[in-house]
């Protein structure tokens, strides 16, 4: 069988020649941390299970948001781990779940809503994805990160269409002196090497990642494996009066397995081939205004074969391979404006996507049967404009803002479809001596992807027909908070109501053919928890937990609303080494939406040790799935078992 090459398109070769064009003067990034992260040189978590909880400014953190959504921040040691994917060490956030088939392109719910309904970024650059499951920002390994910021509510006043459930900001390394960590996982013999170096000026990191199949806690088959190497460099400087900071990131994956219950007798799905390159360039001056210009080239290849039940019967198995690619621009100008107390942003957001392409090869016994073109040449363009204002009064914080949005997207064989909206949100926050009390309530909007409007062909869940008649998804949310703060207990409770209309949701067709529709309205009600105890310096117990319910109009389950589950973190923290025990509760699952299953009650462990070999050289060793516990990791009716008891070893340089 001939195989498609993605390779370099002319898509990635512009993208190569316009970063080196970029980058011919300048080189970086700006991260400025405040708060917990800011105040241990970004070493945010110091061995804790427990994340501090504090807003952090980054280049695309709007004015004054930390004030305005709940935001929770998972710092450098929580993501070093041995080995795991980004997506396993942020959902032990109480707010998140994983969602969806396990694997490297695994990704995650908060509160209740997934897929395209979060929206991510990587150091303020917009991600982007073709697949229905949502953006997997897993081309990147977690080891290069510093840190991932973990926004909660109606956030497209501030991040724009999709921010329904809010966002993940993931923020590179920086500042690093030179570092190295290795790791091995017994599960698919997972291996991970990474290394960086850094100052003041630049920072750089490279990883590699490998692992084969794994297996089910009963021992069947995963079809997991993966290779993957990811780099990046930033640098800043300073151009006369003009600050200069600029980012290249690529990625390159190979043999990545889609893991699912339907491997491998009835559907094999294998991404043979992934690329990333990403290039940002941030200019600012004197005052407060910034300018960011950003590009985002990626390709995946699909391929699906199917009927390998009557292959093996020596009947002919049909296979298809489905190659995407596009390229991602986003531009941002905004400033900061103040009126005697009052004080605010405002500025000017562009997204727009371009040669969005899916072709489609079948083939029989290598032989290729015929070409489609799934999606040809797609382009969207989303522009708004913003503005936020803030004022502190001697009793309360009032925190308001808004945002207008006109869309566009088209194909070569469809009219173009524009679209506009309008989002915004209140804020209103009071100190209640070491307790403080908060009530928001925001609107958002997410815009049919062009996948799910325009896209006709084959997927890893099978053959799938958009809907060009659907209608934007529009939300309204109420929280109200309450948190408590000293030296040694911590205390945070929400409480959360959404209503969605025209809710975009996937049909079945027939047994083989998916597509989309709207959905009249839903609603969605819930709440999180986290309480943190410090008896001592070196003990810490945290509780934390969530719950969410979702129901259509016509009082059906909605799709991708997690199981409760409640979790229990204790640390131990010596001179020089330190304990982590994990024990989560999650809950049985009865009401469940289409696609999905329902799911037993689990008890789920994991126990970390670290020790300091040397002043620089720490060793960690753990334990995940402590109890063998037999459990599916989401409710999707595709999901396979999750892994048996698993031992990971890591070394770490710093």
Known sequence: METTVLAYSQYFTLSILTCLFLS?????????????YADSGGNAAAGSPVAV????????????QGETLISEYVGIDELATATGSLSEALALQPSVSLNGQPGLFQTLNIRGL???????????????????????????DPLLLGGVEIIQGPASTYYGSGALAGALQLLLREDAPPWLSTGFASDGNERNLAAGTGNANYSAGIALRQRGDGKTVKGDTKFDRFDQ???????????????????????????????????????????????????????????????RLS?????????????????????????????????????????????????????????????????????????LLGSTQS????????????ATANRDFNFASVHLGGRWTYFTQSDSKSEKISQSRGSYFLTVRKPLGDWNLSLSY????????????????????????????????????????????????????HRFAMDIDDFIERITLDENTLSYRNLLSGDLRGWQYRVALFPSNAWQLALSGQRVTGNSDSENTLIDIPAARHQVDLSYSAPSWSLNVSLRRRLDKKDFGATERALQAANIGALSFRIDLSDRWQMQAGI??????????????????????????GFHFR
């Open 114 to 140: 997934a897929r395209q309904r979060v929206q991510s970024f990587l150091n303020g650059m917009r991600l982007t994805s073709e697949r229905r499951a949502g953006v997997s920002a897993s081309f990147l």
């Open 375 to 386: 999606l040809d040449d797609g382009e969207e363009n989303e522009s708004a404009l913003f």
């Open 229 to 291: 190497l990811s780099a990046y460099y930033q640098r800043q400087f300073n151009v006369g009066a003009y600050s200069v900071d600029w980012q290249l990131i690529g990625s390159k994956a190979a043999d990545i397995g889609k893991d699912n219950s339907q491997f491998p007798l009835e559907r094999i799905v294998l991404y043979p081939e992934e690329n990333h390159l990403l290039s940002q360039v941030k200019l600012s001056g004197t005052g407060d205004w910034a300018a």
């Open 295 to 367: 590009l985002h080239y990626q390709d995946l290849l699909t391929r699906e074969t199917r009927g390998t039940r009557s292959a093996i019967q020596g009947l002919e198995s049909r296979v298809s391979e489905v190659a995407n690619r596009s390229m991602d621009i986003g531009f941002t100008l905004e400033d900061r404006w103040q009126a005697g107390q009052l004080s605010g942003q405002y500025g000017f957001d562009y997204f727009g996507r371009r040669g969005v392409n899916a072709r489609q090869d079948d083939f029989i016994l290598s032989r």
């Open 624 to 649: 995940e799935n402590l109890f063998d516990e037999t459990y599916f990791s989401s409710a999707d009716a595709l999901s396979t078992l999750a892994i048996g008891r698993e031992f990971t070893m």
């Open 442 to 493: 925001g609107t958002s909007s997410r815009f049919a992807s062009l996948t799910e409007r325009l896209f006709i062909g084959t997927t890893g869940r099978g053959q799938v027909v958009g809907n060009q008649n659907l209608l934007p998804e529009d939300s309204s949310e109420l929280v109200i908070g309450i948190d408590y703060q000293s030296e040694r207990l911590a205390i945070e409770l």
């Open 53 to 64: 909880i504090e807003s952090i400014s980054v280049a695309t953190t709007r004015h004054r």
């Open 24 to 36: 011919a003067p300048v080189l970086a990034q700006e991260v400025v941390a405040n708060g917990a």
